[in-house]
């Protein structure tokens, strides 16, 4: 018996040295091209953020860089951090607080560049409040999910603009209960991408969606990005190094078709906002793509001073115990290339 079980652990041991040293799969397009298959889960299920991703499939961008992309929604940063350490993905599309706070956990993971340079996060609210200041927060309720990077800064927007906690009241829900809370009169305001629920909240209860940007007021910081596993960077560094020139070619030429990305997403996912809720999330991405560094570069071209202003932020505010060089979080010379 113990002879057998020894042998059944062999043979497991045996299957998972096999897996680990096997290549990705390959298929075969129309044009009889061999194509490497890639996975690639999002942080959240699809939304107008998204639409380069569909735009660059539909438009064969990923095929002319030799790969088979399949885009997976996802459940949220953190696990989509979590699967691309752990191999459930090839790629993953996440905030880069997430990816910060996964590496200093001891996840295996990095960046391979940040496309949103800007960050997205924002206090939002129906304008009919009256909130036009950060100073006008005081006294209001503000829903929030507890342990994400938004609550996690929020502090420290708050203290930059001479503002603290307890001038607010935070009401802790989950991540899709914030804009029924703000909807329902529950709270006055949410804490959110102003690339995600306001345009959805705007077009659900027919009101205007205002807007206080943490970039607008004093605090930026690297947002959503492609990631992956150290294991495909030790194993398979071509093929990322092609994802990352795709995704880079994709964004720009999205850009410049922003009619067509968005139609590209038809049929993405059941939970899909409208075309309008999706052109209007994608416009207000495209304002994301740069920092002053980066300005006029290709999309995912990141700079070191970025990387540790953005690191500098998460340390302060607690995310992550120890500030690590940029090379710890992200892979620096894998940037797109012409």
Same mark, same amino acid.
């Given at each position: 018996?113990?002879?057998?079980?020894?042998?059944?652990?062999?043979?497991?041991?045996?299957?998972?040295?096999?897996?680990? #040293?096997?290549?990705?799969?390959?298929?075969? =397009?129309?044009?009889?091209?061999?194509?490497?298959?890639?996975?690639?889960?999002?942080?959240?299920?699809?939304?107008?953020?998204?639409?380069?991703?569909?735009?660059?499939?539909?438009? #064969?961008?990923?095929?002319?860089?030799?790969?088979?992309?399949?885009?997976?929604?996802?459940?949220?940063?953190?696990?989509?951090?979590?699967?691309?350490?752990?191999?459930?993905?090839?790629?993953?599309?996440?905030?880069?607080?997430?990816?910060?706070?996964?590496?200093?956990?001891?996840?295996?993971?990095?960046?391979?560049?940040?496309?949103?340079?800007?960050?997205?996060?924002?206090?939002?609210?129906?304008?009919?409040?009256?909130?036009?200041?950060?100073?006008?927060?005081?006294?209001?309720?503000?829903?929030?999910?507890?342990?994400?990077?938004?609550?996690?800064?929020?502090?420290?927007?708050?203290?930059? =603009?001479?503002?603290?906690?307890?001038?607010?009241?935070?009401?802790?829900?989950?991540?899709?209960?914030?804009?029924?809370?703000?909807?329902?009169?529950?709270?006055?305001?949410?804490?959110?991408?102003?690339?995600?629920?306001?345009?959805?909240?705007?077009?659900?209860?027919?009101?205007?969606?205002?807007?206080?940007?943490?970039?607008?007021?004093?605090?930026?910081?690297?947002? =959503?990005?492609?990631?992956?596993?150290?294991?495909?960077?030790?194993?398979?560094?071509? *093929?990322?190094?092609?994802?990352?020139?795709?995704?880079?070619?994709?964004?720009?030429?999205?850009?410049?078709?922003?009619?067509?990305?968005?139609?590209?997403?038809?049929?993405?996912?059941?939970?899909?906002?409208?075309?309008?809720? *999706?052109?209007?999330?994608?416009?207000?991405? *495209?304002? *994301?793509?740069?920092?002053? =560094?980066?300005?006029?570069?290709?999309?995912?071209?990141?700079?070191?001073?970025?990387?540790?202003?953005?690191?500098?932020?998460?340390?302060?505010?607690?995310?992550?115990?120890?500030?690590?060089?940029?090379?710890?979080?992200?892979?620096?010379?894998?940037?797109?290339?012409?």
């Amino acid at each position: 018996m113990k002879r057998l079980t020894a042998l059944a652990a062999g043979a497991a041991l045996l299957l998972a040295a096999g897996c680990g #040293g096997s290549g990705p799969e390959t298929t075969v =397009n129309a044009d009889g091209e061999e194509l490497t298959k890639v996975t690639l889960t999002l942080n959240w299920y699809p939304y107008g953020e998204h639409a380069p991703f569909y735009y660059g499939k539909a438009e #064969g961008i990923y095929e002319d860089h030799g790969i088979d992309l399949e885009i997976r929604a996802g459940q949220g940063s953190q696990k989509t951090v979590q699967a691309t350490a752990a191999g459930q993905t090839d790629f993953g599309w996440a905030d880069t607080p997430a990816l910060l706070a996964g590496v200093s956990q001891g996840l295996d993971v990095k960046s391979v560049g940040v496309f949103l340079q800007t960050t997205p996060s924002s206090v939002q609210f129906f304008t009919e409040q009256g909130i036009e200041s950060v100073a006008d927060l005081k006294g209001r309720t503000i829903a929030t999910t507890a342990g994400d990077a938004l609550s996690a800064t929020f502090p420290t927007f708050l203290a930059a =603009n001479g503002l603290s906690e307890s001038d607010v009241t935070m009401q802790n829900t989950d991540a899709a209960g914030k804009m029924a809370a703000v909807m329902s009169g529950q709270t006055d305001a949410l804490l959110g991408y102003a690339t995600d629920q306001g345009p959805t909240m705007q077009e659900k209860a027919g009101k205007e969606v205002s807007y206080l940007r943490f970039a607008d007021h004093g605090l930026n910081f690297y947002s =959503n990005g492609l990631l992956t596993s150290q294991r495909m960077l030790d194993e398979h560094r071509d *093929l990322v190094q092609r994802m990352v020139d795709a995704t880079s070619e994709a964004w720009a030429a999205a850009e410049q078709d922003q009619d067509a990305a968005v139609q590209a997403m038809a049929g993405a996912s059941e939970q899909l906002p409208s075309a309008q809720v *999706l052109a209007d999330q994608f416009a207000s991405t *495209l304002e *994301l793509l740069y920092t002053e =560094n980066t300005e006029g570069g290709r999309p995912g071209v990141n700079v070191e001073e970025d990387w540790r202003a953005t690191i500098e932020v998460f340390h302060s505010a607690g995310v992550i115990e120890t500030a690590e060089e940029p090379g710890a979080y992200w892979e620096t010379d894998l940037s797109p290339k012409e």
